[in-house]
């Protein structure tokens, strides 16, 4: 089956540093990826939709400069969280859509915490 | 009212029991409907969808959708530890691979 990877799976930092999540599909292409922040106990919420080589497109209220995309290649879009802070903390997940089935699939997550 | 309505559980039953998972949605414009599988600290895994009302079946798995009632279900028969999860239902207007809407899960212990 499909398989997305991310990486790191935990990450910790300092206030005020800026950390990358790297999501990758690993058996397919994916011209089209997406962002997923979750809370404990709490849904999904999408931040943001990836297209390979165009501008990400951000949910409302999600601030586009905080929260930098990049989708440089089929099969790899990163997220960059600039200028951490402690209410960043949380689980992000990435997913990627499967051209074949038309479906998404996603990645195992990673959790920041910003101390 | 909230877009996606979703008891969160937790939800325990004995292994073997029948168990049966509900969303209620208010968006007319939610064509498609999915139930993912969440195992703690683990990305959703897509276990069924479907676009039209009525009954899907996958092994031990059923989805019902009541588009008339804005209703869907997720049975599970014959259930087993390995069920133990947080189940989310999703809906998107234009496809599985589309923007997605989660409800914000409910919690399963199948216990032996």
Known sequence: GAVVSQHPSRVICKSGTSVKIE???????ATTMFWYRQFPKKSLMLMAT?????????EQGVEK???????????LSTL????????????????????????QYFGPGTRLTVL | QKEVEQDP??????????VSLNCTYSN???????????????GPELLMYTYSSGNKEDGRFTAQVD????????????????????YLCAFSGTGTASKLTFGTGTRLQVTL
Not at chain 2, 67 to 77: A, P
Request: charged share 20%; with cysteine.
């Open chain 1, 23 to 29: 999501c990758r599909s690993l058996d397919f292409q």
């Open chain 1, 50 to 58: 990836s297209n390979e080589g165009s501008k990400a497109t951000y």
């Open chain 1, 65 to 75: 400069d905080k929260f930098l995309i990049n989708h440089a290649s089929l099969t």
């Open chain 1, 80 to 103: 960059t969280v600039t200028s951490a802070h402690p209410e960043d903390s949380s689980f992000y997940i990435c997913s990627a859509r499967e051209p074949f089935t038309d479906t």
């Open chain 2, 9 to 18: 559980g937790p939800l325990s039953v004995p292994e073997g029991a029948i």
């Open chain 2, 28 to 42: 007319s414009a939610f064509q498609y409907f999915m139930w993912y599988r969440q195992y703690s600290r683990k």
């Open chain 2, 67 to 86: 588009k008339s009632s804005k209703y869907i279900s997720l049975f599970i028969r014959d259930s087993q530890p390995s069920d133990s999860a947080t």
